[in-house]
């Protein structure tokens, strides 16, 4: 794999929690879709990856090289989105340009204008005018607007209306269209991700639980709906994870196909990122 970004055994401890041991790489190319409960330590992995946050263990690597003070073209190469920003308030759209202009050696003007078009973001507005999703399209257009190799995004669409994540939708595929480019994306709007993500990463309790295709996911992974006596009959070497509602049993298995021969007469269904999500962290598992 062509990875932009190697994470190696990351770890993270903090007081009744730990980011266990999390291995990760992401192609050229490729938007990553970061799945989780609250809690699951999607934003731990995120800042630790950023140097944002000591790490007890593991490497991280982008393009190869570590973040250092000294690494700044490797800097200006990430474009970092999080879901609160922090520009100040008295400043206006067009004084951020001209910041950023000074901070980011790769910077482009006509970019910035553009996105503040796109975005429909007045340029003589201050921070404090904005609201919180005029504030979230304007971190992204500073993102976007200083030729990043890598876009990073935490939670950062989840403010914006269902249009507006719509049209983002479209400028993040457009990012990547030339295979240079990559998004790591956390999100717990997951038919977005459902929309663009090539690859989806769950983090359950700190740990890694999968990084698959969404394809693999969509096509492979059903959900056998049955009944007692099917449930029974199912291997449960093939279970990945099970919920009992009344007489109902939803079985989360990975080979569709296999359960298909198996279990003619029941109804398997895809799973959507929602119902798997929901079948490991509410459900119940063969030990
Ligand atoms: N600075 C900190 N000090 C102590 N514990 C922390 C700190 N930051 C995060 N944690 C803990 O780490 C765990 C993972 O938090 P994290 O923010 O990574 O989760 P998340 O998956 O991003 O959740 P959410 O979807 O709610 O944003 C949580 O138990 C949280 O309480």
Request: with cysteine; aromatic share 8%; proline share 2%.
């Amino acid at each position: 794999m062509n990875a932009i970004l190697h994470i190696n055994n990351l770890t993270n401890h903090y007081p009744g929690f730990t980011l266990d041991h999390v291995s990760l790489d992401i192609p050229k190319g490729c938007i990553m879709g970061l799945i989780g409960e609250n809690g699951a330590g999607k934003s731990t992995t995120i800042n630790a990856i950023l140097g944002l946050i000591h790490k007890d263990e593991g490497e991280v690597t982008f393009w190869g090289e570590e973040l250092s003070e000294e690494s700044s073209s490797i800097k200006e190469n990430i474009g970092v989105v999080f879901d609160e920003t922090n520009f100040y308030d008295t400043l206006t759209l067009e004084q951020i340009g001209k910041i950023s202009a000074a901070g980011y050696t790769q910077w482009r003007p006509e970019v910035y204008s553009d996105y503040l078009t796109k975005f429909g973001l007045d340029p003589q507005k201050e921070i404090k005018a904005l609201s919180k999703g005029m504030k979230m399209k304007l971190s992204i257009a500073v993102a976007l607007s200083h030729d990043p190799k890598l876009l990073i995004l935490d939670e950062a669409t989840s403010g914006l209306d269902p249009v507006m994540r719509d049209d983002l939708l479209d400028v993040f595929l457009d990012f990547v269209q030339d295979e240079e480019h990559s998004i790591l994306v956390s999100s717990h709007i997951t038919s977005d991700l459902e929309k663009i993500a090539d690859y989806i990463t769950f983090i359950h309790e700190g740990k890694l639980l999968f990084c698959k295709s969404k394809d693999e996911l969509r096509y492979n992974y059903g959900i056998i709906r049955c009944g007692a006596a099917v449930f029974d009959s199912i291997d449960k070497n093939d279970v990945l994870a099970y919920r009992k509602s009344d007489y109902q049993w939803d079985v989360l298995v990975a080979d569709k196909e296999k359960a298909q021969r198996e279990h003619k007469d029941a109804v398997i269904d895809s799973p959507t990122l929602d119902d798997i999500l929901l079948l490991y962290v509410k459900g119940d598992h063969i030990k």
